[in-house]
């Protein structure tokens, strides 16, 4: 079994900034990737950004230079930094991993919860 627990998100005004944070726990050998999906009202989740456990990023190119993603040093733990949020980045933040649970093993997709990320004045 494996937990993915979102903290973080909540209510801000547009040019405001957010962290949010996202704990892997449970039967992990590797994760080979961690990061974010958001989906606002009426519109399909799309991916804001990952990061690999070599710290290589990739980022929608709407957020580039605005958000950051990180890592912890154990590797479980993923941050979504947002600065100079916008109302249209609106939307329910959803975390995502990509892991192993054993050496060699299958690899598996495991989504967070959601937390909502609101952007108003």
Not at 5 to 28: D, F, K, N, T, W
Not at 53 to 64: A, F, L, M, P
Not at 91 to 104: F, Q, R
Request: with cysteine.
């Amino acid at each position: 079994q494996v937990q993915l627990v979102e903290s973080g998100g909540g209510l801000v005004q547009p040019g405001g900034s957010l962290r949010l944070s996202c704990v892997a726990s449970g039967s992990i050998y590797s994760i080979n990737v961690m990061g974010w999906y958001r989906q606002a009202p009426g519109k399909q989740r799309e991916l804001v950004g990952t990061i690999t456990t070599g710290g290589r990023t990739n980022y929608k190119d709407s957020v580039k230079g605005r958000f950051t993603i990180s890592g912890d040093n154990a590797k479980t733990t993923v941050y979504l930094q947002m600065n100079s949020l916008k109302p249209e980045d609106t939307a329910v933040y959803y975390c995502y991993v990509i892991l192993s649970k054993v050496e060699g093993g299958s690899n598996y997709q495991y989504w967070g919860q959601g937390t909502q990320v609101t952007v108003s004045p």
